[in-house]
């Protein structure tokens, strides 16, 4: 197993557009969590899903901001419009193997100019 | 509130020193927590869980509830530890991995 898998893993674009941000998690874990890591905060939830359902989105920071799972195999993270301050390592992470272990992807660098 | 504080930014110690991260936790709950590390250019994974009272690496956690501390350490420090130390507390229970991060500690390990 390649394990969880992001795409793209760094993205740099203009303040407006519209970026969105895709996550392959490991089959069989019924879990799925976006954070966000910045310098100055550290790691942040963003949301995460059980069995492709929203469980919790309040550390969604705005309405720009909005996350998907159409299927257990997919979930993608999009905001729009883009701003310099969600420059940021996005990760995405899944659980489910009954241990409490997160499973990191190995994240995207956004970079919003 | 639920809250990981981990006070040091940046640990800097020598090869062979003894090493201390430090985390403290605040929960109302009976917690659950962990220690995540992240090496240059990989993931971030986990190193181990207070559940196990496992030594990985040669690094033990001990959850003091009197404290609500849960340090990290190792006696012998390997320049191989370097790396970005995450102290996270699940809200949930650990089988549903909701965990609250504190904002890490960077290990630099010096020849």
């Known amino acids: 197993d390649a394990g969880v898998i992001q795409s793209p893993r760094h993205e740099v674009t203009e303040m407006g557009q519209e970026v969105t941000l895709r996550c392959k998690p490991i089959?069989?874990?019924?879990?799925l969590f976006w954070y966000r890591q910045t310098m100055m905060r550290g790691l942040e939830l963003l949301i995460y899903?059980?069995?492709?359902?929203?469980?919790?989105d309040s550390g969604m920071p705005e309405d720009r901001f909005s996350a998907k799972m159409p299927n257990a195999s997919f979930s993608t993270l999009k905001i729009q419009p883009s701003e310099p301050r969600d420059s940021a390592v996005y990760f995405c992470a899944g659980q489910g193997d009954g241990t409490g272990e997160l499973f990191f992807g190995e994240g995207s660098r956004l970079t919003v100019l | 509130a639920q809250r990981v504080t981990q006070p040091e930014k940046l640990l800097s110690v020598f090869k062979g020193a003894p090493v201390e991260l430090k985390c403290n936790y605040s929960?109302?709950?009976?917690?659950?927590l962990f220690w995540y590390v992240q090496y240059s250019r990989q993931r971030l994974q986990l190193l181990l869980r207070h559940i196990s009272r496992e030594s990985i690496k040669g690094f033990t956690a001990d959850l003091n509830k009197g404290e609500t501390s849960f340090h990290l350490k190792k006696p012998f420090a390997q320049e191989e530890d370097s790396a970005m130390y995450y102290c996270?507390?699940?809200?949930?229970?650990?089988?549903?991995?909701?965990?609250?991060f504190g904002k890490g500690t960077k290990l630099s390990v010096k020849p």
């Open positions: 899903f059980n069995n492709n359902v929203p469980i919790d």
């Open positions: 996270a507390l699940s809200r949930h229970g650990g089988s549903q991995g909701n965990l609250i």
């Open positions: 929960y109302s709950g009976s917690p659950e």
């Open positions: 089959s069989g874990h019924d879990y």
